[in-house]
């Protein structure tokens, strides 16, 4: 079974700094989606980036993207220019490309970012 | 993407008491989540919803329980039945859609 690991519980940055959120998983797949999703305290989960396995090529949304390493199967979230706003609970999850009708999210346990002014 | 309206917002309920959770999405889906969340804590998945067929429960969550509704691909309900202190939870639903998965504002459950 597919696994997702974010080892780091709690992170912290000054404001217009950079921070980086790792995340692992374990799979026996080839081919699949990760995701990085952001949960300030509104509640609302809000997607920030998503990464297809076959690329090669990093995702990158504005100030956020990726460190995509498929054989070592790490995907972490670089966040530069950090802002207030960034400050937020950000979940790393994992899917099957090829589960046919199981399109079920595989979830880590969070990392808190706390954003210094 | 698609827009979820997910009520009630917020809820305080007695022990023995059961509340319906409605998920309202403005489009067409074929497959819908409902995950209970810890404050603080991560996701865990319930049951997938499809339209026209029975949810399907993780492990851990049963029928009983936690009855799921799917009357059509643009709506569903979850019941939290007999609810006890340790149903007190945030509940959310979620679709598939496009680029990726959308959710609703979430439901804050306090049984007391």
């Known amino acids: 079974a597919q696994t997702v690991t974010q080892s780091q519980p709690e992170m912290s940055v000054q404001e217009a700094e950079t921070v980086t959120l790792s995340c692992t998983y374990d799979?026996?797949?080839?081919?699949?989606?990760l995701f990085w999703y952001k949960q300030p305290p509104s509640r609302q989960m809000i997607l920030v980036i998503r990464q297809e396995a076959y690329k090669q090529q990093n995702a990158t949304e504005n100030r956020f993207s990726v460190n995509f390493q498929k054989a070592a199967k790490s995907f972490s979230l670089k966040i530069s220019d950090s802002q207030l706003g960034d400050a937020a609970m950000y979940f790393c999850?994992?899917?099957?490309?090829?589960?046919?009708?199981?399109?079920?999210?595989?979830w880590g346990l969070g990392t808190s970012l706390a954003v210094n002014p | 993407s698609a827009v979820i309206s997910q009520k009630p917002s917020r809820d305080i309920c007695q022990r023995g008491t059961s509340l319906t959770i409605q998920c309202q999405v403005d489009?067409?889906?074929?497959?819908m989540f409902w995950y209970r969340q810890q404050p603080g804590q991560s996701l865990t998945l319930i049951a997938t919803a499809n339209q026209g067929s029975e949810a399907t429960y993780e492990s851990g969550f049963v029928i009983d329980k936690f009855p799921i509704s799917r009357p059509n691909l643009t709506f569903s309900t979850l019941t939290v039945s007999n609810m006890s202190p340790e149903d007190s939870s945030i509940y959310l639903c979620s679709v598939v859609m496009g680029y990726g998965y959308t959710f609703g504002s979430g439901t804050r459950l306090t049984v007391v």
């Open positions: 799979t026996s797949e080839s081919d699949y989606y």
């Open positions: 489009s067409q889906v074929t497959m």
């Open positions: 999850a994992y899917r099957s490309r090829n589960a046919g009708n199981n399109r079920k999210l595989i």
